[in-house]
């Protein structure tokens, strides 16, 4: 039998627990361990608010650049091609990209590769498909951000590629129109856990901003228990906004 170490996380100093003297001793340690050490950090793990934790998505650096080029594509009657990764995360945010522009009249298709025949990320047989079926604007969801090679030729094909995603960045990023990334350097969006359904939800919400009057009341909220789903099947990291996101979807 393999021996197990069990590493145990420092005790938190006396000075935290007298600073929370409503909070049990034992939920204390927990929140200390976590790297919860203020009173906005535990006010938001432990009642997430909406009207306060949820981040303005026009944070992100390239948002703005996203949100103009779709309202171009639905003014120009240009086809918007939402290409989801196979997995619990990217079809549910597949799913919200494409409920959404919907909504505001797109015209609108999605792309799931097969797993097992075309692997993951964009596929250069996808692209020539996509090029038949007159794809103007491609928006990735949970994948893209490796696919270097794969969206140069989308440009040659004059695809517009905005790459959503969370994945790993590697050393050099795709020649995308634009890129929605958490981990992006430079990029200013405070939560860097999101997973990519919760991306996708952060671009769905852009493009709703200023165009409630075009959707039912509600309808961003309808859609949180698909980034639940991608929440809990990407195993994100559930602090910050990704708990208030989770707590709502559920």
């Known amino acids: 039998m393999m021996n197990k170490e069990w590493v145990v996380a420092p005790s938190m100093p006396a000075s935290f627990a007298q600073g929370f003297p409503e909070i049990s001793p034992v939920l204390l340690q927990l929140l200390w361990a976590r790297g919860l050490h203020t009173q906005a950090a535990i006010d938001e793990f432990l009642n997430p608010d909406w009207a306060k934790d949820i981040h303005d998505p026009f944070l992100f650096n390239d948002m703005r650049k996203v949100v103009d080029r779709v309202e171009q594509a639905i003014a120009r009657k240009e086809k918007i091609v939402v290409y989801g990764d196979y997995d619990a995360d990217g079809v549910p945010g ?76 590697p050393k050099e990023l795709p020649p995308a129109f634009a890129i929605v990334h958490p981990l992006r350097e430079g990029e200013k969006y405070p939560c860097k856990y999101l997973t990519g359904g919760a991306v996708a939800f952060k671009v769905a919400q852009a493009l709703l901003k200023g165009n409630e009057d075009k959707v039912q009341f509600g309808f961003e909220k309808w859609m949180l228990d698909l980034v639940a789903i991608s929440l809990v099947a990407d195993v994100g990291k559930l602090v910050g906004e990704n708990r208030t996101l989770l707590k709502y979807g559920l």
């Open 94 to 169: 597949a799913v919200i990209l494409k409920s959404t522009l919907d909504a505001l009249g797109a015209v609108t298709g999605v792309y799931i590769p097969h797993r097992e025949k075309e692997g993951y990320g964009i596929s250069q047989a996808a692209l020539a498909y996509l090029k038949t079926e007159q794809a103007q604007v491609l928006i990735t969801c949970d994948c893209g951000i490796s696919n270097r090679d794969e969206v140069e030729a989308a440009v040659k094909l004059g695809i517009d590629v905005i790459i959503t995603d969370h994945h790993r960045l």
